[in-house]
């Protein structure tokens, strides 16, 4: 059974940063990616960024690039996101899936695994 866990949610100081990591377990290949999303009160659920743990390609999404990284420990199957200059609009809860893919993408629909998700909240 595939298993998702984030942790490093919590609060964040203006001009501070983030990490949060994202432990799998279950796979028995490394065929797969692990992604970051996050959904805002009210908003619908964004994608971050995509990490192959097959290819090791990246893919971040346009509008995030300038503040947001993704790298992976691949003998511990952990995939980490980095944020800095956290901003208002970055309060959400942070979620990381997974799919058994050697591509990568910030599409929701094709992950199949989903991990609890994590608050971050910009403190004032």
């Known amino acids: 059974e595939v298993q998702l866990v984030e942790s490093g949610g919590g609060l964040v100081q203006p001009g501070g940063s983030l990490n949060v990591s994202c432990a799998a377990s279950g796979f028995t290949s490394d065929d797969y990616a692990i992604a970051w999303f996050r959904q805002a009160p009210g908003k619908e659920r964004e994608g971050i960024a995509c990490?192959?743990?097959?290819?090791?390609?990246?893919v971040i999404a346009d509008s995030l690039k300038e503040r947001f990284t993704i790298s992976a420990d691949y003998d511990k199957n952990i995939v980490y996101l980095y944020m800095n200059n956290p901003k208002p609009e970055d309060t959400a809860v942070y979620y990381c899936?997974?799919?058994?893919?050697?591509?990568?993408?910030?599409?929701?629909?094709?992950?199949?695994?989903w991990g609890p998700g994590t608050q971050v909240t910009l403190s004032s």
């Open positions: 899936a997974a799919m058994t893919s050697t591509r990568c993408t910030l599409s929701a629909a094709v992950f199949d695994h």
């Open positions: 990490k192959s743990m097959y290819t090791s390609r990246t």
